[in-house]
C-alpha cells in the first residue's frame, strides 16, 4: 500500500491533468457534443446520420430511476420507532437532521449521474458547528469529487478497499491538495507561477488536522468502469 504521506504530489497532479481529456470527452458526449459524430467527415455522400445524446438519455433514465425522491426516508414508521431504545431514537433523528443539511436526496442524484457517466466518483467529508439549538455539536457535510480530482489510495488485500486519497482544486490562482489518511487531513499548496506543493499555514486552525474517527474522510462510488 502506498504511503499517503510520502506520495509525490506534484507527479501525481501532473497524471490527473493528463487524464482530463477523457473525463471532458465524457461530459461533451453526455450533452450531445460527439466528436465522432459531428466532426468526423464521412466516407459516402449523403450524410445521413443523425447526432442523438443516447448517453444522455441513458444516463438521465437510470439516475431517474435509481436515485429518485424518495428514495431516502428520513426515520421509520411509528411501529418501528416504538420498538427503538432512546440510543437508536437519536440515531435516527441525528442522520435525518444530517440528510436534511446535506440535501440528501439532490446530491445522491448528482453522486449517481456522475458514476453513471464516469465509472466512478468520490465524495469527502469535513464538519462545521451546529446551529444554536441543534441537538448535533458538528454536523458532516459531503462534498462531491470527480474522479479526475481525486488521486485514491488503496489497502492491499484482495478487495482494494480505499483507505485514503488526495483531492486536488483550484483555489484562487493556487492548486490545493489535501491529503486524507486515517490519522490526519493535511493541506498543502502550490503557488502559481511553479515550485512544489508545500504545507499550508492558517492563521485560524492547524495543519494538519486530527482525524478522531479512525477511518480516511473520503469515499468511493464506482460502477461500470469501462
Sequence with gaps: ??????????????????????????????????????????????????????????????????????????????????????????????????????????????????VCLQGKSFEVFYTMPAEDGDDLSVVPYFIQVSKDNFYPVYSDRANKNLVGGIWYRMVGEDVLATVYDKEETTDYIKKKGGGTFSLATYEDRENPLPNPYGIALCNEYTGNRR
Design 1 to 114: 500500500m502506498e504511503d499517503l504521506r510520502n506520495l509525490d504530489l506534484d507527479k501525481i497532479y501532473k497524471e490527473l491533468t493528463a487524464c482530463k481529456s477523457e473525463y471532458m470527452d465524457n461530459e461533451r458526449y453526455y450533452i450531445g457534443d460527439n466528436t465522432h459524430i459531428a466532426e468526423r467527415e464521412p466516407q459516402r455522400k449523403p450524410d445521413n446520420r443523425v447526432p442523438t445524446s443516447f448517453i444522455r438519455n441513458l444516463v438521465d433514465t437510470m439516475t431517474g430511476y435509481a436515485a429518485k425522491p424518495g428514495n431516502i426516508r428520513q426515520g421509520f414508521d411509528d411501529e418501528t420507532t416504538e420498538q427503538m431504545d432512546s440510543q437508536d431514537s437519536d440515531f435516527v433523528r441525528n442522520m435525518g437532521y444530517i440528510n436534511e443539511q446535506n440535501d440528501e436526496e439532490l446530491y445522491t442524484a448528482e453522486q449517481y449521474e456522475e
